[in-house]
């Protein structure tokens, strides 16, 4: 027995980490995550719960107290003792409580339009790679097509032709379309604004995924499955799947905050949630028009805006540097 075989028998093996289990490490380590993601659990609580937060309801007026500057006392008997802590927009509604009621639009829009926009894209990467070239030719000159057009201007095309839909009347609708009709009705408007941000966003998840699987697809143990005998719906869920949900995942995060921004541009030009309902973009829009005298009525809600972007942003960043196995050995 040599020396060194006598000191690595001697030495106890250190147990290795896998590539998730060495990135949630790093990103435990990270103060700017840790702070990122407290951020994001009270951004959801909020969402969660905002007539248990807010002071007032987001459409209560009261016309005595029309754009009250920050901390000012409410004048309305109705409201005696209230305090406009971010002040009052222009038709004398509490913003701190509009913004907590706004929450709500721009998580809901950040996990549904990511939801949608996963799922999709995801399922057709995913067949697309898989099937055979002519069948993959087809599906990625499909996606090409759509490619080709603004992202935007097709979004705001979907949203328009969804919004005429939601003004006909039930009786003469179809059956699918009362079925969205109503989910948006109930959403106060919501449900358009997720399906036209996920339903059009999901072409680079579907690039993502094809790339992936057209790498996974000739490696070893897809090949030892078609030995074996697995199915082609055995080796596409159990075998190619999870290992092209890494980089998806990754590329979702870093696409959210392009989400909330789409909402809140949306909402501003007339197009996102129907009023009274609040969202940060419909409040900037509302306040624009007051901006030298009363700076404060969009100050609060871009800040808002921004912040939550930036801590989606951040950790975006931030998953993907811990996600990467290049630096795995640098930290």
């Given at each position: 027995m040599t020396i060194s075989t006598a000191i690595s028998a001697n030495q106890p093996l250190r147990r290795t980490r896998t590539l998730w289990q060495d990135a949630m490490r790093r990103l435990r380590r990270d103060?700017?995550?840790?702070a990122c993601l407290i951020y994001m659990a009270v951004l959801?609580?909020?969402?969660?719960?905002?007539?248990?937060?807010?002071?007032?309801?987001?459409e209560q007026t009261s016309f005595s107290d029309k754009l009250s500057s920050p901390g000012a006392v409410a004048n309305d008997p109705k409201m005696a003792g209230h305090r406009y802590l971010f002040g009052s927009d222009k038709l004398g509604r509490d913003i701190f409580s509009r913004i907590i009621y706004g929450?709500?639009?721009?998580?809901?829009?950040?996990?549904?339009g990511a939801t949608i926009s996963f799922v999709l894209g995801v399922g057709y990467g995913l067949i697309a790679g898989f099937s055979s070239p002519?069948?993959?030719n087809a599906m990625m000159r499909f996606v090409d097509v759509l490619y080709a057009y603004p992202t935007l201007i097709l979004i705001i095309l979907l949203q328009v032709f969804l919004t005429a839909l939601g003004q006909?009347?039930?009786e003469k609708s179809t059956a699918w379309q009362r079925l969205i009709i109503t989910l948006d009705r109930n959403s106060g408007g919501l449900f358009f604004v997720f399906l036209a941000?996920?339903?059009v966003n999901w072409l680079n998840m579907a690039r993502l995924t094809r790339g992936q699987v057209l790498h996974y697809r000739q490696q070893e143990?897809?090949?030892?499955?078609y030995v074996v005998g697995a199915s082609r719906r055995t080796i596409m869920l159990r075998h190619l799947l999870p290992n092209v949900l890494g980089p998806c995942i990754v590329a979702e995060t870093l696409a959210i905050p392009s989400y909330i921004y789409t909402e809140a541009f949306l909402s501003f030009i007339g197009l996102g949630v129907q009023p009274p309902v609040p969202s940060w973009g419909s409040m900037i829009s509302d306040g624009?028009?007051?901006?030298?005298?009363?700076p404060y009525v969009i100050f609060f809600p871009a800040l808002a805006l921004s912040l939550t972007m930036l801590a989606f942003n951040f950790l975006g960043d931030a998953l993907r540097d811990a996600t990467d196995p290049k630096l795995r050995n640098l930290s």
């Open positions: 103060p700017l995550v840790i959801f609580v909020v969402a969660l719960a905002p007539a248990a937060i807010a002071p007032l309801s987001y929450t709500r639009v721009s998580i809901f829009v950040a996990l549904m002519a069948v993959d006909q009347s039930l941000i996920g339903a143990f897809v090949q030892a499955a624009y028009g007051a901006l030298r005298s009363d």
